[in-house]
């Protein structure tokens, strides 16, 4: 059984840091992309960072500068180390890894909340 774990996510104020973090079980990822997405209420869910499997990486214009996505193959997981925190960075992120077809992620964690106030 695959499973996506997050963890990382809380209540923190504008500005600070925040490191989010994916355990992966049950699945190798290694060969595919993988990355963070989040929800913010009344919205529909983004793509924030990803990271392909020879490193390439993307990031969402509004986070460009204060995220950073990493990996780690042998552990298999990945983390989004978020820095300068603002109040519309508050929604639930869920860590995320494609599977058979390229840019299709077909595996999700439950999703952990962050809370950013001013």
């Known amino acids: 059984q695959v499973r996506l774990v997050e963890s990382g996510g809380g209540l923190v104020q504008a500005g600070d840091s925040l490191r989010l973090s994916c355990a992966a079980s049950?699945?190798?990822?290694?060969?595919?992309?993988v990355g963070w997405f989040r929800q913010a209420p009344g919205k529909k869910r983004e793509l924030v960072a990803s990271i392909g499997s020879g490193g390439s990486r993307y990031y969402e214009e509004s986070v460009k500068g204060r995220i950073t996505i990493s990996r780690n193959n042998a552990e298999n997981t990945w983390n989004l180390q978020m820095s300068s925190l603002k109040p519309e960075d508050t929604a639930v992120y869920y860590c995320a890894a494609e599977g058979v077809i390229a840019g299709y992620y077909d595996f999700w964690g439950q999703g952990t909340q962050v809370t950013v106030s001013s």
């Open positions: 049950g699945r190798d990822f290694a060969s595919v992309a």
